[in-house]
């Protein structure tokens, strides 16, 4: 059983528990969306593999969250492993459902978060909100194949991130590949791409000489996005340009899951850390299109943050890893 001691993650900002509100049927007929049968064509199922080695994991950033456990900055080490060129797309996630006939926590419970912004007055009106973010509604109907509800579909965006899928979703989808998710450091380590200690997987500025290199909120939170970067919602996997080790978007677009559970409590010196036997939530990491730097800027690669294991939401997916062969 987890530790009642565990410290709690920190959902207020980045993506709130499935506790945190119980939903309402809607007044909308809740028509389920066609699901698509087969991936695309157009995405190859990329895995990078990794040397692994020492690297300084962690932040000592003075713009971080030091609750977060985001540091101390400490010494770690990583065995060689493969880890997905970019999250798991909506067209590859399609292929599982359809093979498998799996269904998500979201299907199976019948609701998952929405941004507020993204949903019709109909839809909006009387769902209800976590007390502290008050920009997300709890939608019945919302999943990964109608990521804004009742009416909505993938249409355009079989390249998009798979959304609106739980911790234990991502486990099955990687059964199902013969993958696994990253460990937090693992995870950390692949982000960086080779760069030791600068805040994001290019460098220090968050637009260097103006060039966008990430969906993030940009303009007002939450009240006006105004899609400088190209995007207001999810940019396909492999929009902007990769870090040094091939990855793409592991800064914004969406929180990816990990395999750890959550502490902030860190080994200085640890080899393949794996976080502790147990707990609550698990570890999400690289922050989201949702993230706005007047309270939330954990697409810093060394920010992170957790949720609990059946939670999900419009901006949060994975991507995978495997051990080397």
Not at 21 to 50: H, N, Q, W, Y
Not at 164 to 173: E, G, K, L, N, R
Not at 290 to 298: A, D, G, V
Request: aromatic share 10%.
């Amino acid at each position: 059983m987890p530790d009642p001691d565990t410290p709690a993650a920190p959902h207020a900002c980045c993506g709130p528990a499935r506790t945190a509100v119980t939903p309402v049927a809607t007044s909308l007929p809740l028509r389920p969306a066609a699901r698509p049968a087969t991936a695309g064509a157009g995405l190859r199922d990329t895995m990078i593999d990794l040397p692994g080695g020492e690297f300084l994991m962690g932040s000592a950033d003075p713009d971080g969250f030091a609750g977060d456990g985001e540091g101390p900055v400490r010494p770690v080490r990583v065995s060689a492993f493969r880890i997905d060129a970019h999250a798991v797309s909506n067209d590859h996630f399609a292929a599982f459902a359809a093979a498998t006939g799996y269904r998500t926590d979201a299907e199976r419970l019948g609701w998952s978060y929405v941004f507020a912004g993204f949903l019709p007055a109909a839809l909006r009106r009387g769902a209800p909100r976590p007390d502290r973010t008050p920009w997300w509604c709890g939608v019945a109907g919302a999943t990964w194949h109608a990521p804004e509800g009742p009416g909505s579909s993938l249409e355009g965006r079989g390249d998009h991130p798979v959304v609106h899928v739980s911790w234990d979703d991502a486990q099955a989808y990687c059964r199902w590949a013969g993958k696994r998710l990253p460990t937090e450091a693992e995870w950390e380590y692949a982000a960086r791409g080779g760069l030791e200690q600068r805040r994001y997987p290019w460098g220090d500025e968050l637009d260097p000489e103006g060039e966008y290199r990430c969906n993030i909120w940009r303009g007002t939170f939450p009240a006006r996005n105004t899609a400088a970067d190209g995007y207001r919602g999810t940019a396909p996997v492999d929009a902007f340009e990769p870090n040094g080790f091939g990855l793409y978007n592991v800064s914004g677009n969406v929180w990816e899951w990990c395999a750890d559970w959550w502490s902030t409590e860190h080994a200085t010196g640890a080899v393949d850390p794996r976080g502790p036997a147990d707990g609550r939530d698990r570890v999400i990491r690289g922050g989201s299109h949702m993230c706005h730097r007047s309270y939330c800027n954990r697409y810093r690669v060394g920010a992170r943050t957790a949720n609990s294991p059946d939670s999900s939401s419009g901006h949060a997916g994975f991507r995978c890893a495997a051990d080397v062969r």
